[in-house]
Protein backbone atom coordinates (compact mmCIF):
# COMPACT_ATOMS: atom_id res chain seq x y z
CA UNK A 1 0.00 0.00 0.00
CA UNK A 2 1.53 3.49 -1.27
CA UNK A 3 2.23 5.98 1.80
CA UNK A 4 1.43 9.10 2.44
CA UNK A 5 2.73 11.36 -0.47
CA UNK A 6 3.32 15.32 -0.40
CA UNK A 7 3.93 17.65 -3.29
CA UNK A 8 6.09 19.72 -4.02
CA UNK A 9 8.79 18.30 -1.63
CA UNK A 10 10.71 21.78 -2.15
CA UNK A 11 9.42 25.03 -2.71
CA UNK A 12 10.74 28.57 -2.40
CA UNK A 13 8.44 32.06 -2.21
CA UNK A 14 8.74 35.49 -1.91
CA UNK A 15 7.00 37.24 1.31
CA UNK A 16 3.62 38.15 0.57
CA UNK A 17 2.92 35.76 -1.71
CA UNK A 18 0.66 32.57 -1.17
CA UNK A 19 1.18 29.16 -1.67
CA UNK A 20 -0.63 25.54 -1.47
CA UNK A 21 0.31 22.15 -0.67
CA UNK A 22 -0.53 19.03 -1.51
CA UNK A 23 -1.22 15.61 0.25
CA UNK A 24 -2.55 12.33 -0.66
CA UNK A 25 -3.33 9.93 2.09
CA UNK A 26 -3.13 6.34 2.17
CA UNK A 27 -5.82 4.26 0.59
CA UNK A 28 -8.37 3.84 2.66
CA UNK A 29 -7.58 7.02 5.40
CA UNK A 30 -10.33 9.63 5.54
CA UNK A 31 -8.46 11.67 8.21
CA UNK A 32 -5.81 14.18 7.35
CA UNK A 33 -3.67 16.37 9.60
CA UNK A 34 -1.61 19.24 8.83
CA UNK A 35 1.62 20.00 10.70
CA UNK A 36 4.28 22.93 10.69
CA UNK A 37 8.07 21.69 11.89
CA UNK A 38 10.55 24.64 12.83
CA UNK A 39 13.56 24.60 14.65
CA UNK A 40 12.30 26.94 17.40
CA UNK A 41 8.95 25.59 17.99
CA UNK A 42 9.40 22.03 17.30
CA UNK A 43 6.05 20.27 15.90
CA UNK A 44 3.10 22.14 16.05
CA UNK A 45 -0.59 20.83 14.62
CA UNK A 46 -2.30 22.97 12.06
CA UNK A 47 -5.86 20.91 11.63
CA UNK A 48 -7.68 18.01 10.69
CA UNK A 49 -10.09 17.19 8.61
CA UNK A 50 -11.95 14.48 8.09
CA UNK A 51 -14.69 13.86 5.66
CA UNK A 52 -14.09 17.04 3.43
CA UNK A 53 -15.23 18.64 7.12
CA UNK A 54 -12.55 20.69 9.22
CA UNK A 55 -12.29 19.02 12.67
CA UNK A 56 -9.94 20.23 14.45
CA UNK A 57 -7.88 23.31 14.76
CA UNK A 58 -4.54 24.14 16.17
CA UNK A 59 -3.33 27.72 17.01
CA UNK A 60 -2.43 29.23 13.64
CA UNK A 61 -3.66 33.03 12.13
CA UNK A 62 -5.93 32.46 9.55
CA UNK A 63 -3.55 33.36 6.86
CA UNK A 64 -3.41 29.07 6.97
CA UNK A 65 -6.84 27.49 5.47
CA UNK A 66 -7.09 23.90 4.23
CA UNK A 67 -9.68 21.67 2.75
CA UNK A 68 -10.23 18.31 2.01
CA UNK A 69 -12.35 16.85 -0.89
CA UNK A 70 -13.73 13.76 -1.18
CA UNK A 71 -11.55 11.63 -2.14
CA UNK A 72 -9.67 12.87 1.31
CA UNK A 73 -6.73 13.86 -0.64
CA UNK A 74 -6.14 17.11 1.70
CA UNK A 75 -4.31 21.15 -0.16
CA UNK A 76 -3.02 23.42 2.44
CA UNK A 77 -2.83 27.16 1.97
CA UNK A 78 -0.87 30.62 3.19
CA UNK A 79 -1.36 33.23 2.40
CA UNK A 80 0.58 36.26 2.49
CA UNK A 81 4.15 34.28 3.27
CA UNK A 82 6.01 35.86 5.95
CA UNK A 83 9.56 34.59 6.78
CA UNK A 84 8.59 32.94 9.83
CA UNK A 85 6.71 30.53 7.91
CA UNK A 86 9.77 28.69 6.56
CA UNK A 87 8.98 25.53 7.46
CA UNK A 88 8.56 21.95 7.06
CA UNK A 89 5.18 20.76 6.69
CA UNK A 90 4.36 17.56 7.36
CA UNK A 91 1.08 15.65 6.70
CA UNK A 92 -0.24 12.56 8.24
CA UNK A 93 -3.24 10.59 7.33
CA UNK A 94 -4.91 8.13 9.75
CA UNK A 95 -8.69 5.88 8.82
CA UNK A 96 -10.59 7.77 11.06
CA UNK A 97 -9.87 9.10 14.36
CA UNK A 98 -6.34 11.31 14.05
CA UNK A 99 -4.67 8.28 16.52
CA UNK A 100 -2.09 6.08 15.02
CA UNK A 101 -1.09 8.79 12.24
CA UNK A 102 1.14 7.79 9.39
CA UNK A 103 3.46 11.22 8.20
CA UNK A 104 4.21 11.63 4.34
CA UNK A 105 7.98 13.13 3.52
CA UNK A 106 6.77 16.62 4.05
CA UNK A 107 6.78 19.88 2.04
CA UNK A 108 10.20 22.23 2.96
CA UNK A 109 9.01 25.82 2.12
CA UNK A 110 11.20 28.70 2.22
CA UNK A 111 10.15 32.50 2.48
CA UNK A 112 12.49 35.11 1.26
CA UNK B 1 -3.59 21.50 27.35
CA UNK B 2 -1.29 18.68 27.62
CA UNK B 3 2.21 18.52 27.27
CA UNK B 4 5.09 16.38 26.42
CA UNK B 5 8.91 16.68 27.77
CA UNK B 6 12.00 14.74 26.53
CA UNK B 7 14.14 16.04 29.11
CA UNK B 8 17.34 15.18 26.48
CA UNK B 9 17.84 17.03 23.28
CA UNK B 10 21.01 14.96 22.93
CA UNK B 11 22.04 11.57 23.88
CA UNK B 12 25.39 9.87 22.68
CA UNK B 13 25.54 6.16 22.84
CA UNK B 14 28.45 3.57 21.62
CA UNK B 15 27.13 1.26 18.85
CA UNK B 16 25.85 -2.38 20.21
CA UNK B 17 25.04 -0.47 23.79
CA UNK B 18 21.45 -0.13 25.18
CA UNK B 19 19.20 3.06 24.87
CA UNK B 20 16.55 4.54 26.84
CA UNK B 21 15.00 7.28 25.47
CA UNK B 22 12.87 9.83 28.49
CA UNK B 23 9.55 10.75 27.77
CA UNK B 24 6.95 12.40 30.46
CA UNK B 25 3.77 13.44 29.88
CA UNK B 26 1.16 16.20 31.61
CA UNK B 27 -2.29 15.47 31.47
CA UNK B 28 -5.24 13.96 33.92
CA UNK B 29 -6.23 11.02 31.88
CA UNK B 30 -4.03 8.27 29.84
CA UNK B 31 -3.66 9.97 26.67
CA UNK B 32 -2.90 7.70 23.59
CA UNK B 33 1.13 7.67 23.78
CA UNK B 34 3.39 7.35 20.45
CA UNK B 35 7.44 7.42 19.85
CA UNK B 36 8.15 8.59 16.00
CA UNK B 37 11.26 8.64 14.51
CA UNK B 38 12.77 11.59 12.08
CA UNK B 39 15.71 10.80 9.58
CA UNK B 40 17.32 14.11 8.41
CA UNK B 41 14.93 15.62 5.67
CA UNK B 42 12.64 12.85 5.78
CA UNK B 43 9.01 12.75 7.32
CA UNK B 44 8.48 11.00 10.98
CA UNK B 45 8.08 7.07 11.08
CA UNK B 46 5.67 5.55 13.69
CA UNK B 47 7.83 3.21 15.84
CA UNK B 48 5.57 2.30 18.20
CA UNK B 49 2.00 3.30 20.18
CA UNK B 50 0.22 2.64 23.51
CA UNK B 51 -3.61 2.74 23.49
CA UNK B 52 -4.13 0.63 26.87
CA UNK B 53 -3.60 -3.14 28.15
CA UNK B 54 -0.29 -4.24 28.50
CA UNK B 55 2.25 -1.18 29.86
CA UNK B 56 5.01 -2.60 27.80
CA UNK B 57 4.59 -2.31 24.29
CA UNK B 58 6.85 -3.56 21.31
CA UNK B 59 7.36 -1.62 17.70
CA UNK B 60 9.34 -2.08 14.67
CA UNK B 61 12.88 -2.00 14.45
CA UNK B 62 13.99 -3.35 17.84
CA UNK B 63 12.26 -0.84 19.70
CA UNK B 64 9.79 -1.61 23.18
CA UNK B 65 8.52 1.52 25.34
CA UNK B 66 6.99 0.92 28.78
CA UNK B 67 3.88 3.35 29.73
CA UNK B 68 4.39 3.98 34.04
CA UNK B 69 1.07 5.68 35.18
CA UNK B 70 2.16 6.78 38.38
CA UNK B 71 5.52 8.48 36.82
CA UNK B 72 3.27 9.85 33.75
CA UNK B 73 6.44 8.47 31.57
CA UNK B 74 6.15 6.39 28.59
CA UNK B 75 10.71 5.98 27.92
CA UNK B 76 12.04 4.01 24.87
CA UNK B 77 14.13 1.42 24.91
CA UNK B 78 16.51 -0.57 22.58
CA UNK B 79 18.47 -3.22 23.83
CA UNK B 80 21.22 -2.93 21.38
CA UNK B 81 21.75 0.18 18.83
CA UNK B 82 23.01 0.20 15.72
CA UNK B 83 24.74 3.12 13.23
CA UNK B 84 21.63 3.21 11.82
CA UNK B 85 19.47 4.25 14.52
CA UNK B 86 21.33 7.53 14.68
CA UNK B 87 17.91 10.00 13.90
CA UNK B 88 15.90 12.28 15.96
CA UNK B 89 12.94 11.20 17.80
CA UNK B 90 9.62 12.15 19.36
CA UNK B 91 7.47 11.05 21.82
CA UNK B 92 3.55 12.26 21.23
CA UNK B 93 0.50 12.44 22.88
CA UNK B 94 -3.33 12.49 22.00
CA UNK B 95 -6.26 12.62 23.69
CA UNK B 96 -9.84 12.56 23.26
CA UNK B 97 -11.83 16.28 23.25
CA UNK B 98 -14.70 15.81 21.49
CA UNK B 99 -16.40 13.10 22.20
CA UNK B 100 -17.22 10.97 18.82
CA UNK B 101 -15.03 13.43 16.61
CA UNK B 102 -11.82 14.10 16.51
CA UNK B 103 -8.89 15.00 18.63
CA UNK B 104 -6.73 18.13 19.05
CA UNK B 105 -3.78 16.95 17.25
CA UNK B 106 -0.93 15.26 18.15
CA UNK B 107 1.43 17.02 20.79
CA UNK B 108 5.50 16.23 20.66
CA UNK B 109 8.13 17.01 22.39
CA UNK B 110 10.94 18.62 21.56
CA UNK B 111 12.98 15.85 20.11
CA UNK B 112 16.14 13.60 20.94
CA UNK B 113 18.72 13.62 18.83
CA UNK B 114 20.65 10.55 19.27
CA UNK B 115 24.18 9.85 18.07
CA UNK B 116 25.68 6.59 17.96
CA UNK B 117 29.29 6.19 18.06
CA UNK B 118 31.35 3.66 16.30
Known amino acids: KAGVTQTPRYLIKTRGQQVTLSCSPISGHRSVSWYQQTPGQGLQFLFEYFSETQRNKGNFPGRFSGRQFSNSRSEMNVSTLELGDSALYLC???????????FGPGTRLTVT | AQSVTQPDIHITVSEGASLELRCNYS??????LFWYVQSPGQGLQLLLK??????LVQGIKGFEAEFKRSQSSFNLRKPSVHWSDAAEYFC????????????????FGKGTHLIIQP
Open chain 2, 50 to 55: YFSGDT
Open chain 2, 27 to 32: YGATPY
Open chain 1, 92 to 102: ASSFDRPYEQY
Open chain 2, 92 to 107: AVVVDVTPGGGADGLT
